[in-house]
């Protein structure tokens, strides 16, 4: 389902997913209201919901349409404005799943390729954790037996192997996530804010910039402590929250017995500019086995190998475990590696987390 008060913004979507073979636009709506009215005789799995539309905007559709139709993925799309950035973000904290930025102009149709490829990747990531839960239940409406679905695993899954803790007692956290991402740090950082006071944490969220500002914020807010974007030069402290800025690599480097921020724009990593990857590596060489790693919910597989480098340097890797994850993807990654702890539902990996953070078992 496509909610846009914009004619052109509707049409140019549709016109993007319908030419792919495995997704189809079911109904597209006007506002909030109409889409209110039509979800629940829709066969929808995802919803591409505006923010600002006239009659019933996007924060107010919302909650409406979670309550009509249950289980049905929200993903928020609004132009790139701080105001709107920060809409979305409290948007995912109402339960809406994902967001993607829209361009500012889509003037005969010239919308930036990036808004394209981020929505559709985006739109499959979301739609294959929710279709395979589909189709262990009841009958697939007609709508649904003509879509395409991904073919069933042709094996069981192998069993995750599972790694021993470090034997040093953590003096950094760093955590990396993407789809879904806010919500899980929200969660995860309000409970485990007690445990923060001894060390810093680190964080690299695939967000564009006007976003990661207002993401630092809303952490500040739920843990109760300093969190701000990182910039070069900037001392890292126990106690304190850094968040990658949208366009960088977060890294780290040593000088004496301090650590500082060091920013880079070079190339995307894993596609993802900024990439959890190029910032776990740098804290191997200042930190080593006294690095804890948590990888939340997010689509691809940012992070795996510098996770393992995290692992086999003698230091902890955790991980958000499927259920409980937006997308399985950058957890699932490090979980089939075989170089985690522990993988775990989400409101777990708190408590875990504590308890290494402390040198206690976990």
Not at 251 to 279: H, Q, W, Y
Request: contains cysteine.
């Amino acid at each position: 389902m496509v909610v846009d008060d914009s004619v052109v913004i509707r049409g140019l979507i549709s016109r993007w997913l319908d030419a792919l073979p495995d997704i189809e636009v079911a109904v597209t709506c006007r506002n909030g209201e109409d889409a209110v009215k039509k979800i629940a005789d829709a066969d929808v799995d995802i919803v591409i919901l505006d923010i600002e539309m006239p009659v019933m905007d996007g924060m107010t559709a919302l909650p409406k349409l979670l309550q009509a139709a249950p289980g049905v993925r929200v993903l928020m799309a609004s132009t790139l404005t701080r105001r709107n950035a920060d809409i979305s973000l409290k948007a995912l904290k109402l339960g809406a799943a994902d967001y993607v930025p829209k361009p500012e102009s889509t003037r005969e149709g010239n919308a930036p390729e990036e808004f394209q490829r981020e929505l559709v990747a985006k739109i499959r990531g979301l739609g294959r954790r929710r279709r395979p839960a589909m189709r262990a239940g009841s009958a697939a409406s007609p709508a649904a037996a003509r879509r395409p679905l991904s073919p069933a695993p042709a094996a069981a899954p192998k069993p995750i192997v599972l790694q021993p803790a470090s034997k040093t007692r953590p003096r950094i956290v760093a955590i990396g996530s993407s789809t879904g991402g806010p919500r899980a740090l929200f969660d995860l950082l309000g409970a485990l804010s007690p445990s923060l006071a001894r060390l810093p944490v680190v964080i690299t969220q695939h967000m564009p910039a006007t976003f990661t500002s207002i993401l630092a914020e809303h952490i500040e807010g739920v843990a109760k402590r300093p969190c701000v974007e990182g910039q070069t030069g900037m001392k890292v402290e126990p106690g304190k929250i850094y968040v990658a800025p949208g366009g960088f690599h977060m890294m780290f480097e040593a000088k004496g017995t301090d650590t500082f921020i060091k920013l880079d724009d070079s190339a995307p990593v894993n596609f993802c500019r900024p990439s959890v990857d190029p910032m776990l590596d740098s804290l191997i060489a200042i930190y080593g086995p006294a690095i804890l790693t948590c990888i939340l919910t997010g689509m691809g597989h940012d992070g795996r190998d510098a996770a393992r480098r995290v692992q086999q340097g003698g230091g902890t890797v955790l991980a958000q475990d499927e259920e409980t994850s937006v997308v399985w993807g950058m957890p699932g990654a490090v979980a089939q590696a075989g170089i985690c702890h522990k993988v775990l539902p989400l409101g777990q990996l708190a408590e875990t987390m504590a308890r290494l953070i402390v040198g206690g078992v976990s």
